[in-house]
């Protein structure tokens, strides 16, 4: 009995203390409407509202800039390379002397060429000579035989030889045509001991070293033209056939801090299978371009509605991004939003606000998030 009595008296003892401390709570509430918050006054800052406006709308894709003309320098003939006098990240001009092949052979076949068509050239002359002296025998006979001072058959053998020394000295000619071909021939074999540039640009890649056996068609250095860049961008594939040829388009490079113009020189028909893409080529031009270079390209799609706040107007707190708006009470709150692309000095406002928001527009580094706007109510 007298543990039952404590273990009461314990119990009322805490309903009590509860009791008064949900009185004492109840005795600092304050009746709803009752309450007066001291807001800062802001002075000094100019309110405007949003209205939808409308602006040009752009398609965005990403893509590499790339030389519009690489070329892979190979060899036509095979050599051992005697001099190499480029590597990679050296300006070269068209034409250029790059890499020379052993010429040995090559400078043999030219002299006995030479010889070949020096010989043919005397029997060449040899043969004119003798048609030169059937010629002038068969007119001879050719008399006589009108004043029928020999036969007919006599008159036909100084004919028959004429007709040889002619068909002989064609033959002769066609021979020192031939040598001379062969001459020809050599002469550009020699010349393809030497390697020279296709193009006026850039040596970006070498792939053999002095001494190396060069084989007809393998890549011994790569040239990239430098006067003239492609921006190369994967688009998709709902864009087929809405894109054309010559389209004035911006491209952004950001490495380079700048933006610049170009214009679609070629779309390619297929569509990549795996990523539901096709690529086109956007020609950029300027200096400090180089292949490799990330680009950001806007592709013009027509207008579209949209909201657009002064750029000054948009205020990041960290990785947070938001704009002072003002109440119908005149209260200034600090409002998270989305924003989009840049318009001359605008922001796109995605989502956070709406139409008719007011937003603080001038001295936002005066606004404070829950001050009061000195105009007061709007």
């Given at each position: 009995?007298?543990?039952?009595?404590?273990?009461?008296?314990?119990q009322?003892?805490?309903?009590?203390?509860?009791?008064?401390?949900?009185?004492?709570?109840?005795?600092?509430r304050?009746?709803?409407?009752?309450?007066?918050?001291?807001?800062?006054?802001?002075?000094?800052?100019?309110?405007?509202?949003?209205?939808?406006?409308?602006?040009?709308?752009y398609?965005?894709?990403?893509?590499?800039i790339?030389?519009?003309?690489v070329?892979?320098?190979?060899?036509?003939?095979?050599?051992?390379?005697t001099?190499?006098?480029?590597?990679?990240?050296?300006?070269?001009?068209?034409?250029?002397l790059?890499?020379?092949?052993?010429?040995?052979?090559?400078?043999?076949?030219v002299?006995?060429?030479e010889?070949?068509?020096?010989?043919?050239?005397?029997?060449?002359?040899?043969?004119?000579?003798r048609?030169g002296?059937?010629?002038?025998?068969?007119?001879?006979?050719?008399?006589?035989?009108?004043?029928?001072a020999?036969?007919r058959?006599?008159?036909?053998?100084?004919?028959?030889?004429?007709?040889?020394a002619?068909?002989e000295?064609?033959?002769?000619g066609?021979?020192v045509?031939?040598?001379?071909?062969?001459?020809?021939?050599?002469?550009?074999?020699?010349?393809?001991?030497r390697?020279?540039?296709?193009?006026?640009?850039?040596v970006?890649?070498?792939?053999?070293?002095?001494?190396?056996?060069?084989?007809?068609?393998?890549?011994l250095?790569?040239?990239?033209?430098?006067?003239?860049?492609?921006?190369?961008?994967t688009v998709?594939?709902?864009?087929?056939?809405?894109?054309?040829?010559?389209?004035?388009?911006?491209?952004?490079?950001?490495?380079?801090?700048?933006?610049?113009?170009?214009?679609?020189?070629?779309?390619?028909?297929?569509v990549?299978?795996?990523?539901?893409?096709?690529?086109?080529k956007?020609?950029?031009?300027?200096?400090g371009?180089?292949?490799?270079?990330?680009?950001?390209?806007?592709?013009?799609?027509?207008?579209?509605?949209v909201?657009?706040?002064?750029r000054?107007a948009?205020v990041e707190?960290?990785?947070?991004?938001?704009?002072?708006t003002?109440?119908?009470?005149?209260?200034?709150?600090?409002?998270?939003?989305?924003?989009g692309?840049?318009?001359?000095?605008?922001?796109?406002?995605?989502?956070?606000l709406?139409?008719?928001?007011?937003?603080?527009?001038?001295?936002?580094?005066?606004?404070?998030?829950?001050g009061?706007w000195?105009?007061?109510k709007?």
């Open positions: 009995m007298k543990r039952s009595g404590k273990k009461s008296a314990r009322s003892l805490l309903m009590l203390l509860a009791a008064a401390l949900i009185v004492t709570g109840c005795g600092d304050v009746a709803p409407g009752t309450a007066q918050v001291k807001r800062p006054a802001v002075r000094g800052v100019s309110v405007a509202s949003l209205s939808p406006a409308w602006t040009d709308d398609y965005e894709a990403t893509g590499t790339r030389s519009a003309s070329s892979q320098v190979a060899s036509r003939t095979m050599g051992t390379i001099s190499l006098l480029v590597k990679e990240g050296d300006r070269v001009e068209r034409g250029q790059l890499l020379t092949l052993d010429d040995r052979d090559m400078v043999q076949r002299r006995a060429a010889s070949g068509v020096q010989e043919a050239s005397r029997a060449l002359d040899e043969a004119g000579q048609r002296l059937a010629d002038v025998t068969y007119e001879r006979y050719r008399k006589m035989f009108e004043q029928r020999i036969s058959q006599e008159m036909d053998q100084f004919t028959s030889q004429k007709k040889v002619d068909l000295y064609e033959r002769a066609e021979t045509h031939r040598a001379a071909a062969g001459l020809s021939e050599a002469r550009v074999m020699l010349g393809h001991t390697i020279l540039s296709p193009v006026k640009g850039v970006t890649e070498k792939r053999v070293e002095l001494g190396s056996m060069a084989v007809p068609g393998m890549p250095l790569t040239v990239e033209e430098t006067a003239r860049f492609n921006a190369e961008i998709d594939e709902a864009k087929v056939g809405k894109m054309e040829s010559g389209t004035p388009v911006a491209v952004s490079i950001e490495a380079l801090g700048r933006q610049v113009t170009g214009k679609i020189v070629q779309i390619l028909p297929s990549d299978p795996l990523s539901r893409t096709f690529t086109v956007v020609s950029v031009s300027g200096p371009l180089r292949s490799g270079l990330f680009a950001r390209v806007m592709i013009p799609q027509g207008k579209r509605e909201l657009l706040a002064p000054p948009v707190r960290g990785q947070l991004v938001g704009v002072y003002v109440d119908d009470k005149g209260v200034i709150l600090y409002r998270l939003v989305k924003t692309r840049e318009h001359d000095g605008n922001v796109e406002i995605l989502s956070g709406r139409p008719g928001d007011r937003i603080v527009v001038g001295g936002v580094e005066k606004a404070v998030d829950g009061l000195e105009g007061g709007l």
